[in-house]
């Protein structure tokens, strides 16, 4: 079975400064990883996926995240934040099987301060 | 329409009351799901259809009841709801696959209300 860890729930950056959300995913297998963002009263919006190849992945937003197997970890990151990042984040990962499922984190509540 | 409508956005109801949300995908999607976002809680995966037939029941109270006539549409028949059934229902479809890449597109929630 796998898992999925979002250290903190809750980050606070100011604008133009760094993002960085942490992932960390338990997978027998090697697993496909996706980070999705969720603004107040709307569903979730996939902002970027890891299936195989490259593992510096871009998205929307200007997001990126880097698969690094050695740290079991697909950590988010944005150069600079915007107001309009603030949203919550959620860190999900699959094994990439017939029958599998999206397991997901608790998400990461992200604040962007003037 | 585009990508995956659910309605109604927000709902209120008694306890005593019946009521169905709805949810319909425009992306050729052949696996539909419901799940429950409740507040300071995970999302939870309630139910799965792939290919019209049900795959998957998280030990979901009978008072909560899924319907999937076609891989289009999707229904959460709802009875005799309990308050801490309030909550944010999401409804979400993807393309099942060999390859196992069960990217998920999410439609923009039903805020359930249970007085």
């Known amino acids: 079975a796998q898992s999925v860890t979002q250290l903190g729930s809750h980050v606070s950056v100011s604008e133009g400064a760094l993002v960085l959300l942490r992932c960390n995913y338990s997978?027998?297998?090697?697993?496909?990883l996706f980070w999705y963002v969720q603004y107040p009263n709307q569903g979730l919006q996939l902002l970027l996926k890891?299936?195989?190849?490259?593992?510096l992945v871009k998205g929307i937003n200007g997001f990126e995240a880097e698969f690094k197997k050695s740290e079991t970890s697909f950590h988010l990151t944005k150069p600079s934040a915007h107001m309009s990042d603030a949203a919550e984040y959620f860190c999900?990962?699959?094994?990439?099987?017939?029958?599998?499922?999206?397991?997901f984190g608790e998400g990461t509540q992200l604040t962007v301060n003037p | 329409e585009t990508g995956v409508t659910q309605t109604p956005r927000h709902l209120v109801m008694g306890m005593t009351n019946k009521k169905s949300l709805k949810c319909e995908q425009h992306?050729?999607?052949?696996?539909m799901y419901w799940y429950k976002q409740s507040a300071k809680k995970p999302l939870e995966l309630m139910f799965v259809?792939?290919?019209?037939?049900?795959?998957e029941n998280n030990s979901v109270p009978s008072r909560f009841s899924p319907e999937c006539p076609n891989s289009s549409h999707l229904f959460l028949h709802l009875h005799t709801l309990q308050p801490e059934d309030s909550a944010l229902y999401l409804c979400?479809?993807?393309?099942?696959?060999?390859?196992?890449?069960?990217?998920?597109?999410f439609g923009p929630g039903t805020r359930l209300t249970v007085t």
């Open positions: 999900a990962v699959s094994v990439g099987t017939s029958g599998s499922r999206l397991t």
């Open positions: 992306l050729g999607h052949n696996a």
């Open positions: 979400a479809s993807s393309q099942v696959a060999a390859s196992g890449d069960y990217e998920q597109y």
């Open positions: 890891y299936t195989t190849g490259a593992t």
């Open positions: 259809y792939n290919f019209k037939e049900q795959t």
């Open positions: 997978s027998s297998v090697p697993p496909y």
